[in-house]
């Protein structure tokens, strides 16, 4: 009976590609690698400040900061961890656990000083490795200033 069998240098390298192709998906949607890339891409000065809490619904309460002439937004609410930046009239927001990976990303515009309007999406998965950090089909999103 003939026995078969793999040599030890090919199941090595099958395994190191593995492991390095798992560890570059795993950073890909978090908020230190992609996230923030999507983030660092939003280059306006800030033209709102969304610093305090606002409501949205079937969300509940967000408490966002924003230090008074500073782009970054860092807060949470529904039970995520939330870092984003202000890009002229536009908040651009990532929702994570602990700057993990990313949930959803949104994009909303200050129709005034107490509305914000726009859309969340998913993040793109796994399955969809180079496209992008999150699905392009949003769904639609308002705040209200509280």
């Not at 090919?10 to 230190?32: P, Y």
């Not at 690698?33 to 969304?50: I, S, Y």
Request: proline share 3%.
């Amino acid at each position: 009976m003939k026995k078969h069998f793999l040599p030890v240098g090919i199941v090595f390298l099958s395994l190191l590609f593995l492991s390095v192709f798992l560890s570059v998906l795993a950073f890909a949607g978090k908020v230190e690698g992609r996230g923030q890339e999507w983030l660092d891409a939003q280059k306006d000065p800030p033209q709102v400040n969304v610093n305090g809490e606002w409501n949205a619904k079937d969300w509940g309460v967000f408490h966002l900061k924003q230090d008074e002439g500073s782009r970054d937004v860092s807060g949470d609410g529904y039970g995520y961890d939330l870092t984003g930046v202000v890009s002229g009239k536009r908040l651009f927001l990532l929702f994570h656990h602990g700057g993990g990976s990313v949930a959803y990303c949104a994009t909303l515009t200050s129709d005034d000083d107490k509305t914000l309007t726009g859309t969340y999406s998913y993040r793109v998965t796994r399955l969809r490795f180079g496209h992008g950090l999150c699905q392009e089909k949003g769904r639609p999103m308002q705040m209200t200033k509280r």
